[in-house]
């Protein structure tokens, strides 16, 4: 059966020292051994800490961005098969972040998935519309044309190792989120849009995150939608507290 998965998406925050007393602190908080999955996306230079401090608990690790040449002249980049070898499980690719102030395109972030897939890396792909676009009413064209070309050439099998995690633009860091319906409306259009790629089987098993401002007092509810299987969570993840009331609200659904 199809899991629930609420990640962590730390950003630029925290250092190695502090990415050790976080994982002291949220371990006996999350026992995600039998709990919906639980991962925590971590800056490069905390992987080896992130690493270290989520063994034995079931929790899994991944990076933020990957490259999606092998290996070469490309200063500053990290592969795919340098982060396997790291111990990480998971990254993410597309944020709207990366979109907006690192020149990610939808042509790049298609690159960079099927590195990772290919490398044996599960990725959390992220998409979704930026404000202009749900006021012009046109989310639906938006994410469906974005998670066409994210899919471009992902075969159904590596679609296994995927999670679309759907991110108004306008949501995140903001304090706004969409609303219930809303996420679970636009998570519908992207789950309709694997079905008519992959077929309607594929399109149950994706499992779809929300993201978007989600914390400790506004998950159940969202989480609570059918067409939302987890949440990609920044500011709260930083918190141990906040994200392991994100996460009973999680195994509350399963
Ligand atoms: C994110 O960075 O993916 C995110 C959803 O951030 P926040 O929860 O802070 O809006």
């Not at 907006?100 to 519309?129: H, M, P, S």
Request: proline share 2%; with cysteine; net charge positive.
């Amino acid at each position: 059966m199809k899991k629930t998965v609420i990640a962590g998406n730390w950003k630029m925050n925290m250092t190695r020292a502090e990415t050790k007393a976080f994982f002291r602190e949220i371990a006996p908080l999350v026992n995600a051994k039998d709990s919906c999955g639980v991962v925590f996306c971590v800056p490069f230079t905390d992987l080896a800490a992130a690493v270290r401090g989520a063994r034995g608990t079931g929790i899994k690790i991944g990076a933020q961005n990957v490259h999606f040449m092998e290996k070469g002249a490309y200063t500053g980049e990290i592969s795919a098969k340098m982060l396997r070898e790291a111990g990480v499980s998971y990254v993410i690719v597309g944020h709207s972040e990366r979109r907006q102030y690192f020149g990610e395109t939808d042509e790049t972030v298609n690159l960079r998935v099927k590195a990772a897939l290919a490398a044996g890396l599960k990725v959390i792909l992220c998409l979704g519309e930026m404000r202009d676009a749900r006021e012009k009413g046109i989310t639906d064209e938006v994410v469906s044309m974005q998670t066409k070309l994210a899919l471009r050439d992902v075969t159904e099998k590596q679609l296994r190792s995927v999670i679309i995690a759907y991110e108004p633009v306008w949501a995140i860091g903001t304090g706004l989120t969409a609303t219930p319906e809303q996420a679970d409306e636009t998570c519908g259009v992207i789950r309709a849009t694997v079905a008519s790629l992959y077929g309607k089987k594929a399109a149950r098993r994706l499992v779809i995150q929300y993201g978007g401002s989600m914390n400790e007092k506004n998950a159940a509810e969202l989480l609570a939608q059918p067409n939302v299987n987890g949440g990609l969570i920044g500011g709260a993840s930083l918190k141990p507290a906040a994200f392991a009331a994100i996460v009973a609200a999680a195994n509350g659904k399963n």
